[in-house]
């Protein structure tokens, strides 16, 4: 087990030069106007994050995407989180984001005193990096006083280049693969080979995807453009809300094209606010749908890796 936690500033205790009122690393997510966050207790600690939800969405908190857990396919991580709720046993949950790949959703009644979750994950191919999202799903007050994670195996640290690919340390070795090998026949090769056309080997490397989608959302729920997922990786949708109204905003999904169902809740974006929605399911086509009160405008990303 990694004895140091991966999770930043887990305890709540530092922030930011510019934004002293919220702790660094950390976002607001979910929650509506009614919605309320607050950074308690004293600059020396002990600190928490306490959040009033009377009604609507979820509502939570974030692991900001500049401080992401970095993690690797095939491994298995321990997150804990310490919770307290009032009225005793609102529904609350963590979400852990397994990068663009899949999600982990745990649903819990913590008690009117601070109770310790753990739970114990593995994640799936094609994941470079976690986040960790914890809050509150009924109506009324959760106090989170700490989120932590740790890898359990393997034991070292699989290091991530700038690209979030596995980082290869002694080169030499990639040198000798590429160099001529000699090879002598003993005896006649049994299927015809034409010993004078070299070996070619080709190299598949991964595609980068990206639309970007201006819409303006009204009091009927539209619709991006469905996308065809079927030979991607891994992708997501980011939706900015630049109007002044909140929207509200759900990622959909396809066998087909035509007929649609959710794969998650619903979300509120708030003006100004950047959301990002990640695929629970699979299914051939995506889509997200859009509505509000009054006509606002959206900008609407979609971005893939195959």
């Known amino acids: 087990m990694t004895d140091a936690n991966q999770v930043y500033n887990s305890h709540f205790l530092l922030w930011q030069e510019g934004h002293p009122d919220f702790p660094d690393g950390w976002a ?30 979820r509502a939570g908190i974030i692991l900001e995407s500049n401080v992401v857990i970095p993690a690797g396919e095939g491994q ?129 490397g991964r595609r980068y995807l990206q639309s970007v989608e201006s819409v303006t959302s009204s009091n009927i729920s539209l619709a991006t453009m469905p996308k065809d997922v079927s030979e991607l990786s891994a992708y997501s949708y980011a939706v900015h809300n630049n109007g002044t109204d909140e929207v509200v905003v759900q990622l959909q999904i396809s066998p087909d094209g035509a007929t649609w169902t959710a794969d998650d809740i619903e979300h509120v974006v708030l003006p100004g606010a950047l959301t990002v929605f990640t695929p629970n399911h699979f299914l051939r086509y995506v889509r997200i749908i859009y509505r509000s009160q009054l006509p606002n405008p959206l900008m609407v990303w979609f971005q893939a890796q195959g």
């Open 76 to 204: 298995r991580w321990e997150f804990r989180v310490v919770l307290q709720t009032e009225p005793a046993e609102t529904p609350c949950y963590i979400r852990v984001y397994l990068g663009a790949v899949s999600q982990y959703l745990l649903t819990l009644r913590p008690g009117s005193e601070p109770e310790d979750y753990s739970r114990v994950f593995s994640t799936p191919n094609g994941v470079t990096g976690i986040r960790v999202e914890v809050g509150i799903l009924g109506e009324g007050f959760v106090t989170i006083h700490k989120i932590q994670g740790w890898r359990l195996y393997p034991k070292r640290e699989l290091r991530l280049d700038e690209k979030g690919q596995l980082y290869v340390r002694h080169i030499d070795s990639i040198g000798k693969i590429q160099a001529p090998v000699s090879v002598r026949l003993v005896s006649p090769i049994p299927i015809p080979v034409d010993v004078r056309t070299p070996l070619q080997v080709k190299m598949s």
């Open 28 to 57: 607001q997510t979910g929650g509506d106007r009614a919605t309320r966050w607050e950074w308690v207790g004293l600059p020396d600690g002990p600190r928490a994050i306490k959040i009033e939800h009377p009604s609507g969405p």
